[in-house]
């Protein structure tokens, strides 16, 4: 079984710059949500991403954008970066739909820094 | 606006002590709770969770308490290990992405 996979594992932008990071998902699971860990705080929800489109999304911006592929892997897309955007983003795969379930895999995380 | 507040940022315990861990929420719309740990550079783990029907889950030696009425929930690891230092989150869920809304974190220390 494979888990959850995120890159790259480290990346430093300046300020106006995009940046997409990519998540595979944990085998079998068909649900992708995305959420951003600011230092010191627990992490908080993006968006989600179930059969390739938007099922939920938290309180972001337009700026922050994503992508669900037929494989069930996913990208998330920020644009005009900000210097608050530096933080460790999170993607977490799950089963959805009528087999929904609450409990997340996470991966490790990219740690986004902003300058 | 806090909905899930975890008070204490960090909590020390010896090796085979029991360990409270706190959570404090207060959205009525979650109905599922769940605990998860983090170690450095690595993703959040499952713990354990409980559904909002229930007052108590166990799994080995991880027990959630949950008051309803209280909108308060306690995790209770006992006999602590010093494997089990870490920062633990609270985590309950609701909506239909079933989105979950983390807590602070409480950082654990299991001294030998």
């Known amino acids: 079984e494979t888990g959850v996979t995120q890159s790259p594992t480290h990346l430093i932008k300046t300020r106006g710059q995009q940046v997409t990071l990519r998540c595979s998902s944990q085998?079998?699971?068909?649900?992708v949500s995305w959420y951003q860990q600011a230092l010191g705080q627990g992490p908080q929800f993006i968006f989600q991403?179930?059969?390739?489109?938007?099922?939920g999304r938290g309180n972001f911006p337009p700026r922050f954008s994503g992508l669900q592929f037929p494989n069930y892997s996913s990208e998330l897309n920020v644009n005009a970066l900000e210097l608050d955007d530096s933080a460790l983003y999170l993607c977490?795969?799950?089963?959805?739909?009528?087999?929904?379930?609450?409990?997340?895999?996470f991966g490790s995380g990219t740690q986004l820094s902003v300058l | 606006d806090q909905q899930v507040k975890q008070n204490s940022p960090s909590l020390s315990v010896q090796e085979g002590r029991i360990s409270i861990l706190n959570c404090d929420y207060t959205?009525?719309?979650?109905?599922?709770f769940l605990w998860y740990k983090k170690y450095p550079a690595e993703g959040p783990t499952f713990l354990i969770s409980?559904?909002?029907?229930?007052d108590k889950n166990e799994d080995g030696r991880f027990t959630v308490f949950l008051n309803k009425s209280a909108k308060h929930l306690s995790l209770h690891i006992v006999p602590s290990q010093p494997g089990d230092s870490a920062v633990y989150f609270c985590?309950?869920?609701?909506?239909?992405?079933?989105?979950?809304?983390f807590g602070s974190g409480t950082q654990l220390t299991v001294l030998p």
């Open positions: 985590a309950p869920s609701s909506g239909s992405a079933r989105q979950l809304t």
């Open positions: 959205n009525s719309m979650f109905d599922y």
């Open positions: 991403y179930y059969r390739e489109e938007e099922n």
């Open positions: 085998s079998g699971h068909n649900t």
């Open positions: 409980i559904s909002s029907i229930k």
């Open positions: 977490a795969s799950s089963l959805g739909g009528a087999l929904t379930n609450e409990k997340l895999f």
